[in-house]
């Protein structure tokens, strides 16, 4: 079914992306991986191009760059220009501040990288889809998309409006053969922590000690799930939670 599918997967070089890009090599997916640490896609595209057999192209790409983003997928080369799924997973939090207390700067980075850069990649990527009448756009979303907790009020409003995007994105798309499905995690052990707390790895263990989190292959899987359905099926979404964590105010602290 995904086999010689190209997949756009941004946000390849760590957590949820990375593992994306591993389940759809081992299906035998070409793989355009996306994100800004050029050394890290190298590294991961040798490693699937070697364990798995399959083509990679690598795009350092910043997805908050409008025009990056636009030069980026007009100047695919013709091999790769075809793209069937889009996978938008790059995305970040910074702090957990009360709302009037936060950092503007970092409230600008998720917006921007957040939201913004999956319309950005949307915008430069569904036009082809359309024009072939197949594709598929996978969104990464979250259950912070459909729940607040404290501190979280902009990435909580980030991910909110990527399950709108997503829900507009069907509806604009209706007609055509484009599917649209969004995979909303709970917890998953990856670097986001580590990047909401600015590098700080004894605040970024502690999210993850009271139970058993999600790994991001998990969510890998999922995503993968929701690619290789038939073409007349359409996992809108999926809601994906640790077994310990009810929602994201209620969890069992059962430790690890
Ligand atoms: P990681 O920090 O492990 O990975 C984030 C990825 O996003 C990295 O590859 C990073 O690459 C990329 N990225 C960040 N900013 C940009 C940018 N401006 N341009 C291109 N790539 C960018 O976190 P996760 O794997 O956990 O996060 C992936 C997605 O999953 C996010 O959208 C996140 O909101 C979502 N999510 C995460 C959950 C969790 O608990 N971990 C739960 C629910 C959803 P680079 O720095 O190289 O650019
Ligand atoms: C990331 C998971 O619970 O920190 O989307 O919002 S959470």
């Given amino acids: 079914m995904l086999k010689n599918k190209i ?3 941004t946000g390849a070089s760590a957590g949820i992306g990375r593992a994306c890009a591993r389940v759809f090599a081992r299906e035998g997916s070409r793989l ?3 994100a800004r640490r050029l050394n890290r896609l190298l590294e991961l595209s040798k490693e699937v191009s070697d364990e798995f057999g399959v083509d990679c192209h690598v795009l350092e790409l910043d997805v908050r760059d409008r025009e990056a983003v636009e030069a980026a997928i007009s100047g695919l080369p013709p091999a790769w220009k075809e793209i069937d799924i889009l996978v938008n997973n790059a995305g970040l939090s910074r702090g957990l501040d009360k709302v009037h207390e936060g950092e503007p700067s970092g409230y600008d980075e998720m917006i921007d990288t957040n939201l913004k850069g999956l319309l950005w990649m949307s915008r430069a990527v569904i036009p082809g889809m359309v024009k072939r009448d ?6 990464i979303g979250s ?8 501190g979280g009020s902009v990435y909580c409003a980030t991910k909110h409006a990527v399950r709108a995007v997503t829900e507009g994105m069907r509806l604009d798309l209706n007609g055509t053969r ?9 917890m998953v052990e990856t670097e986001f922590s580590l990047v909401r707390f600015r590098g700080d790895k004894e605040r970024a263990g502690r999210v993850y000690r009271d139970f058993p989190p999600l790994e991001p292959e998990d969510v890998a899987e999922a995503v993968l799930f929701c690619a290789a359905r038939p073409p007349h099926v359409n996992v809108q979404e999926i809601l994906l939670m640790p077994t310990d964590q009810a929602s994201v105010h209620i969890s069992y602290k059962r430790g690890r």
């Fill in 134 to 139: 197949k594709g598929h756009v996978i969104n």
């Fill in 143 to 150: 259950i912070a998309g459909r729940q607040v907790y404290p």
């Fill in 32 to 34: 355009i991986l996306a």
């Fill in 7 to 9: 997949a756009l997967i």
């Fill in 178 to 186: 484009v599917r649209v499905s969004s995979v909303d995690p709970g």
